[in-house]
Nanobody, 114 residues
């Protein structure tokens, strides 16, 4: 059974930075692609960034050049470095991996003030 735990969210002023972490319970994490999603109030959950086991990345257009997804397979941990934050980035951020079935973390709140 896979468990994912996010951390690093908080309140930050526009233009500031945050670094989110997602820690996984098992070593199988290291061979699977993973993703960060986010969900704002009243909105559908959307993909923010993805990363393969080998480190290839893909980003939502709205965060390109500002966010960086990475992973440390030895630590079973995925990261999202968020720079130049905007109020529209405010959302609950979730980590995700599919291993036979879908696994989601519980989410961490990011709030960006104007």
């Amino acid at each position: 059974q896979v468990q994912l735990v996010e951390s690093g969210g908080g309140l930050v002023q526009a233009g500031g930075s945050l670094r989110l972490s997602c820690a996984a319970s098992g070593s199988i994490f290291s061979i699977k692609p993973m993703a960060w999603y986010r969900q704002a109030p009243g909105k559908q959950r959307e993909m923010v960034a993805t990363i393969t086991a080998g480190g290839s990345t893909n980003y939502q257009d709205s965060v390109k050049g500002r966010f960086t997804i990475s992973r440390d397979n030895a630590k079973n941990t995925m990261y999202l470095q968020m720079n130049s934050l905007k109020p529209e980035d405010t959302a609950v951020y979730y980590c995700y991996v599919k291993i036979w079935s879908d696994y989601w973390g519980q989410g961490t709140q990011v709030t960006v003030s104007s």
